[in-house]
């Protein structure tokens, strides 16, 4: 099933191909979702001469309370990894929902979600920012707590001709970031529980996974269910090798969309539970492997050569898979009786905030 499906024009098609290829694949995965999911144009981005669209993907339940997690990608148009994985993973449902039935009962309890690429025209143009010089992820209208530890990357106000540019104060979000904060009130405000998973690269040479505050260095609220995961994360892919930790554990920034919208949802003192997550595949690696790469704007985020894209690619559905379950299942890891008796709260305050129990 479809709605509100808006695909480009002919005559930008072999132009999308060459300079947009992400977006082509989403359109045609678009195509093959007819009686299993439902794929909705939460956006047309006017931009460069031609419409860019911004789709999501709705899979399982129809129940709006029943748990969800929603796979999130190409906040940053450099960072196309996040938008492949993404992909990559939307590839692997389409073709399980039309045999699995373990799949198939699955999502019969859950709700599982994708916005694959939430910046196309950024992408489009090789930017980090959309096409009008502001970077997403400052775009938020919350301020930091404190002055970023890194000034410039902690989102600024100066120039759109600088990175991390936050936009013009006062200004309405940009149409992006509009986008994702419709899809995320719309698909996991109402459910009981949820997890977003918002796929980034950059910054070292491991894979992160940071939770809120980027604005504070204030405990996040969910703090035990977060230590909880982990926790189940550590025993069900004990070879992992993702750092979990809070984001303001490595810079403090103002606008970020995670913060402001779990903000909100606190704001609306529901009963229920969004842990938002950041991966961020950690692309120091690729450059070390090949320090070429560090003359190419996409070479600094992502695996240029084929064979290291595609073990990327492959090597983070464990985790994807991983958190569907983890959400499914929330009541029986994240039971909170059982987090308080087993004291996750302070032992999560020592590992993170080096607080003493």
């Known amino acids: 099933m479809m709605s509100n499906l808006k695909l480009p024009t002919v005559s930008t098609r072999l132009d999308l191909r060459r300079r947009l290829p992400e977006l082509v694949e989403i359109e045609e995965l678009a195509a093959q979702c007819a009686g299993l999911g439902v794929v909705t144009t939460e956006a047309v981005i006017a931009a460069h001469g031609q419409d860019f669209p911004v789709y999501s993907f709705a899979f399982g339940s129809q129940d709006r309370a029943a748990p969800a997690v929603a796979f999130i990608g190409g906040v940053h148009g450099l960072e196309r990894v996040g938008t492949n994985v993404a ?9 399980l929902l039309a045999w699995d039935k373990g799949l198939q009962h699955l999502l019969g309890r859950c709700r599982l979600l994708f916005l694959p690429l939430v910046n196309p025209a950024g992408m489009y143009a090789k930017t980090r920012a959309n096409a009008r010089g502001v970077d997403l992820m ?53 459910s009981v529980f949820s997890i977003a998973l918002d796929m980034h690269s950059g910054f070292g040479l491991v894979d992160r996974l940071w939770f809120p505050f980027a604005y504070s260095r204030r405990p996040f609220d969910h703090l035990a269910m977060m230590y909880a995961l982990k926790v189940r994360l550590d025993r069900g892919l004990p070879n992992h090798f993702y ?48 320090p070429r790469q560090m003359f190419s704007a996409l070479g600094i985020f992502n695996p240029v050569l084929p064979h290291r894209l595609q073990r990327t690619l492959r090597r983070h559905h464990a985790l994807l898979d991983f958190l569907l379950r983890a959400a499914v299942s929330h009541d029986n890891w994240g039971d909170p009786a059982a987090m308080a008796a087993a004291d996750y709260g302070n032992k999560a305050l020592a590992l993170w905030y080096n607080a003493a129990i």
Do not use: C
């Open 138 to 190: 400052r775009n938020a209208p919350i301020d930091a707590e404190s002055a970023p530890n890194l000034p410039l990357l902690g989102g600024h106000r100066r120039s759109p001709l600088l990175p991390w540019y936050r936009g013009e104060a006062g200004a309405p979000m940009e149409q992006e970031a509009t986008a994702l904060e419709q899809f995320v009130r719309r698909e996991l405000f109402s």
């Open 243 to 290: 750092q979990v930790e809070p984001q303001s554990l490595k810079y403090i920034t103002h606008g970020d969309l995670w913060d402001y919208l779990f903000l909100a949802l606190r704001a609306e003192r529901r009963p229920v539970a969004m842990l938002p997550l950041t991966l961020e595949m950690g692309s120091w690696l690729w450059i070390k492997k090949n």
């Open 87 to 95: 992909i990559s993973y939307l590839k692997m449902v389409i073709e």
